[in-house]
């Protein structure tokens, strides 16, 4: 049994366009795709704002890491060029303990400024 008749005679009959179910259309298709877009963008500044805040964190850590490592050498600095660590050293190349007559005042060529 078949349903659908061999020859149809409404083959000629066209449909009227509707201009207003097109209208609609084409204004849902686009606040979907306004709307679609406006997720992407959020996502993205979202992710954006994610990257910067790991990228923020390992700075601070490696800021960190360098003051440490600055305190540490500055302290070595300190130890090594202590006098206590440099009198035995001296005393290998030969050098001697200033005499008071080695040591001098500078004197200032530039004339002292007397309040009056």
Do not use: C, W
């Not at 020859?7 to 979907?32: E, I, P």
């Not at 660590?85 to 007559?101: F, H, I, N």
């Amino acid at each position: 049994m078949r349903r659908i008749p061999q020859m149809q005679r409404n083959s000629r009959v066209r449909r009227q366009r509707d201009v207003l179910a097109l209208s609609r259309l084409a204004l849902l298709l686009f606040s979907g795709v306004v709307l679609a877009s406006g997720f992407v963008f959020a996502a993205r500044q979202h992710f954006a704002a994610v990257q910067y805040g790991y990228q923020s964190e390992a700075l601070r850590n490696e800021k960190q890491q360098l003051l440490e490592e600055q305190r540490r050498l500055m302290l070595e600095k300190e130890r090594v060029s202590s006098p206590a660590r440099l009198e035995p050293a001296a005393r290998q190349l030969g050098l001697k303990p200033a005499t008071s007559r080695q040591i001098g005042a500078v004197k200032s060529t530039r004339p002292v400024k007397q309040d009056s």
